[in-house]
């Protein structure tokens, strides 16, 4: 069976025509107005090429025949590997994947309910979950390891994760070149080598671009590294419709499509051919609380549009959902639901990320498999409707007839499985039995399903060599912080 | 004939409707014993499948569909046990939906339930007269009579038949089901049980009939 979420439904928001001006008015910026660059590399990578560059004031104005050129040499077939096959997720903007959410640093503790900073464990035990679900299908490290080392947490984030999903990896920690270089050894070392990584990438990296329209350097750094490395590349723009772009969604579109266009140009230019694939998580500023409204309308409307961009320039998207509840339940259900279906009917081919609330910083594990439920949903909602003979079933009309059912027919057995969506947390028994069942709420629920998956799941672990060499570099990498502080745990 | 027995048992489990009553029917001609292939193979099969569903392994048009294979299996296999003797059953059922209502997939779904749970079922089929509940449970000595209704309208001929049933036979019981109706209503008309649903009405009807 294919791994993914099949899509047969699109609707189209934007226009060829708005594309089009989408495209030129983003080009016209990047010549005129241009990019902040803080990188010395890149800007020299871009001065050697052609672009206007201040080095006063960083500024890179890049021609728009540059642009055209790195979107001709991009990679097309993206496949992000899992560490077992089954899992290879293929990007071939025919079906959408849906991936965890990414490093909270606050866990809502499973047994005492009391927020804390999150731990290895709960990188452990959260990709583990996320291993078992099936409508999630890209791992992210969904919290940071703050009980290590400070150096380190993000080694630890990757290792908890390799060791406890056999789905591909992505994460969003390489933002220095030392980062970009060990947490590409790591990935090297359990693919079994440079060669095999490159033809399998188990792992891939997504890079925020700076609002409005900066390249921050070690993030720019990194991302020339990673693009040479064979390691697939997400560039995240996320610009707050508003604050840090034009509060026009398209506006913040623009500006959000100049940063990954112009980071997808260097990629191109220091590594032709790399893995790019196109970010946009525009979710607006709130202007009565100052939060930024994750899993709202325009977020989601906003993540639909800039996957038609991605889809114009034949790029996997790769947008973002998330919510600002502080708990699971009714918000955190609307705000997921709202975020994720927009994109998926829009065709969102990467979808990022389930679990998270208080906008991607507070994970709770409940949510992780109650979000799984929502996209389950939306996969059904998805899929497409056609008419063929075995879809009209006019025999099995003809067979049954009037005023009988269509219960013992061999048509209705060989579809009622792949036909409806069959939901393991929403309680369609009667009242009667449910309220016999404990009255339990959709929460009460994904609790239970939560404590089954970390008493009984399994997922197997790396080799104890593979181990042994990520354990090796971990220690390697570990190094004084800031102010002298050189503790090692 | 232990295989012939086990094949049965399968062909239930398997739902095989088109082709059990031919298996039936060769058992029969290999000398099996009506009766064990009743309790052993049909039974068993049926307690299997009325299992898995229970466990939401199975989806309902399977349960479903091995009721159907269970019955025409009967159809070949009762006729041909010997005089005065009887299949162990948890009981007998009359099982109807009312008069002047037509649905009927409620209340198959307890019959099935109720067949797949040990009990004797005799199913009435839908827009059963009320006068019809009556004589048939005079004939066939039921131990409970289970009635369906699923439009407020309709509800009413419950009552209608559970006052004479009562007069008669203070003995047999009555289960009452379908979507308008409830337990306060249950207990207003005088009715012994009512269920929500289906896996319901199975755990009444075992403690109404002991």
Redesign the interface.
Known sequence: MAFGIKRGVRFNILSDGDLDRIHWGTLHILEKVGVQVDSPTCRKLLKDNGCDVDEKTRIAKIPSHLVEEALAKKKTSITLAGRNPKYDARLDLNHSYMTANGNGAVTVDFETGKRRPSTKQDVANSSKIIDSLQNVHIHWPMVSSTDQHPSVVHLHDFDASLNNTEKHVMYETGVTLSDAKTLTEMGYAVAGGEKEYRRRPLSSCLQCTYAPLQHDSGVMDASLYFAEAGVPLVFFGMPQPGATGPATLVGSLIVGNAEVLSALTMTQLHAPGSSVIYGMGNAPLDMRTTIRAGGSPEHAISSAIATELAHYYGLPSCVGVSATAKEPGDQAVMEYYTGCVGPLLAGADLMCGVGLLEDSSCLFYEQIVIDNEIVGAIARLIRGEWADDTTMALDVIEKVGP?K?F???RH??DH??SEFFMPSLIDR?????WS?AGSKSLRDSARDKVKGILANYKVPPLEKDVQRKLDMIIEKAKKPMWGGESKTH | MEDAITRLRNAVIN?E?ETIADQAKQALKDGVDPLLAIEKGLAEGIKTVGEKFGKGEI????L??GA?AMKAALAVLEPAVPKGKHRSSAGKVIIGTVQDD?H??GK?LVSTMLSSNGFEVVDLGVNVPSADFLKKSDEVKPQMVAMSALMTTTMPRMAEVIGPLKKKNKAVKVLIGGAPVTDTYAKEIGADGY???A??AVDVAKKLVR
């Open positions: 005023g059912n219960l013992t027919q209705t057995v009622m499985r028994r009667s009242f009667d039995a016999q | 739902y409707m989806y309902l048009p399977e479903v569909m159907e037509i009927e997939i198959n269920s929500g649903d896996s319901g």
